[in-house]
């Protein structure tokens, strides 16, 4: 079995605070993917920035640690260049909910085959606590010092408006059932995307291991290709359901690109097609 | 018979220019006429003034014109939109109103009633009338007209293609009629294409081996991308319209990581949006091509205008210090050329390279000798990785050899953060102090690599002149046109980095003018800058139009 242990220098040390919620995403991605008998060199870590979006540095496999939010449009790109590759971006809340936001929202409707994995805490690790879209009303923090007061963002219920092919929730404080979601997500053919709930042992005072388990569920007899039921999950609060909300199959980007209609060959192998330009010279 | 004819037509937006522009083309260059066309047009979708300038020759004239030969008006607004472009000897053809309303200045000019609106009929369309009044001015072969027209807008019903036949025959009738514009021929149709600059900069980055085309639509770049869209089939090329320019340049990048070759095509608000990524592009060592075209600002300044005010922009776009490339073509051979080429540079030493234009030079149409290129031109330097690849293997020249994901027994980490030789994230001393002098060190190389400035004008000048860019054909008609004989044109087709030698051309000169299309005259301030023992003047134009021949012809006598 392949492994997708990192042996470079660059992965030893490790730059999570102990008891960090990244530690379990990332034992439970390497599993999924040595499970599902990946090569390391045909999967793509495209990575934002943030405490998560570290993550290409300490896994054995393409990586790409990018821009903060520019993970989706950045992983289509290496998508629609080789569809061949297995394709997963990743990042936090504020990565993908606030600076990624757009590309949020049109990474759902564009339908890459790629997997969207957003660590959500509920709060900025790597800038020290300050709000993220996703905190809950009323917190304080060095930045939202009278508390916070706007909307937290359902970033779900987005999701599932927005027709999404597969969209899902976990909680890295479960590791079994986090992992037969990623396991579904990389194996599911479109856009999959997956919200982590994940405590920040250093910032978020509120959200904690023991809140996760008393503020949320998992999900029973719920009928995933029901969208309207999906909506009515997603929109459930106090506690939070957990599991795969909706999902569905429909064509994908790549499947809606012309150039790949009739050729497979991923770009890096074409070469000009002298016959076509030499009719418009 | 006439040398050349500069025939301008003005109208509202609405009135169908863009279909006569599409029609007359091709038809005026199969008749074996040089052709120069430009565009001034307002950003808006009905109404307004939009004025086509048709410059008809029996030899290549590019330069821009501003006196008219023949002068048609479809509105009174483009009258006096035009009115000083016109001079005694200038025809005057329209609607009869609109010459009697416009009329008292011009009364000893020649006049010509356009008569589009036959007693008891429908109007007809008046763009396929003026269409065929062209025809006529220059007898063309009626056929020619005809089949071109059925084969343009053919699949728009028989009635209509009746309709527009009609439109067709009573303008030529009407062209007919008048006598003396007459223009030679070179008849050299079949060994020439028409195309404008954005075909150019399009057919250039297929030709270079571009295989995917990331955009977001903004004036006046989106050509480009329309161009590749509707043959994203035929050149194999994945051609998709982002959420915003950020995501089409990440796209990008993501691309050529991946092994791609692609390409972005922007304006100077769009290309303010892409910056990160360049930035990114150039932390990380990703190659990116990207085709600027400019119009005036700041913000959304002047839409549909032309000007060439980002230079300074793409000279320091990005946070941060890292190579890159500038290129900015003069003639539609060299935007294709040098766009096929660009790609191949990015691909070598894995950095930016920027092709601007400007709205003047991407919406202006030209026959040119037939463009040549099969592929073989192109260098790939993508390797397959070992176990345990370094992307960024400190080398003697700067360069690491690429390596993509799925290509060999290595995996590659791209980094936008500080990162070691494998890429992953440090803050080493050493590596912090090395990595930026290894990403630099490719500069030397490339400045080595510079393309030297073309030079035309007299050998023994004393003002030298310099230009860059769309400005090109422009000013060296008006070099050809002045009655000096001390004048020496330089013109930079690449602008960054640029080459060492240029003292030699300078050092002749008593005085060095530098023409360019911005306020601030950023060209001469980088020269200035690189070559201190010089004094660069400048001739500016900033006010979203293109420099007309005469114009600089008038300043140049001045100097």
Redesign the interface.
Known sequence: MNTFVST????KDISWCPGCGNFAIRNVLMEVLADLELD?????L?SG?GQAA?M??YI????????HG?A???????????P??TVIAEGGDGDMYAEGG??F??GLR?NADITLLVHNNQVYGLTKGQASPTTMIGMKTPAQPEGVFEEPLNPLALAIASNASFVARAYSGQADKTKEILRQAILHRGFSFVDIFQPCVSFNKINTYDWYEKNTYWLKDHDQGNREAALQKALEAFPFPLGIFYQHQKKT?EEN?????D?Q??????????E?????? | MMMDMNLIIGGEAGQGLNTLETLMLPVLKEAGFHLFAAKDIMSRIRGGVNIVTIRVAGQEKNGYRKKSDVFISLSNEAFAWAENRLTAETILIGPADILDKRGAKWHNNRTYALESKPQGAEPMPINMVVSGLISGLFRLDFSLLAEKTASLFGDKGEKRLAANQAALKAGYFQGEKIDGLEVERCLDAGERSLMNGSQAIALGAVAGGCNFLSFYPMSPATGVAIYLAQRAGEFGMVVEQYEDEIAAAGASIGAWYAGARAMVTTSGGGFALMEESISLAGMSETPMVLHLAQRPGPATGLPTRTMQGDLNLVLHAGHGEFPRVIFAPGTLEEAFHLTQKAFNLADKYQVPVFILTDQFFVDSYTCLPRLQADGSENTYHVVATESYYRRYELTTGGVSPQGIPGHGDGVVIANGNEHDEYGDTTEDEQLSQRMPEKRMKKMEVLAGESLVPGFCGHKEYKILLICWGSTYSTAREAVELSSRDDLGLLHFSQLWPLPADLDRYFQKADKIVVIEENVTGQFAGLLQQFFPGNYFESMLKYNGRHFYVEEIVEKLEAL
């Open positions: 470079r220098p660059g992965s390391p060199v045909d999967v793509a495209i920035i570290k290409p540095h054995q496999a393409n990586g790409f640690h990018t821009l520019r989706i449009p950045i992983a289509t790109g290496v998508k629609s260049a080789n061949s590759l757009n590309h929202l049109h564009r980007f690109i012309v150039a790949y209609r050729d060959t991923p770009l890096s192998q074409r070469r000009v097609n002298v076509a330009l030499h009719k418009y010279l």
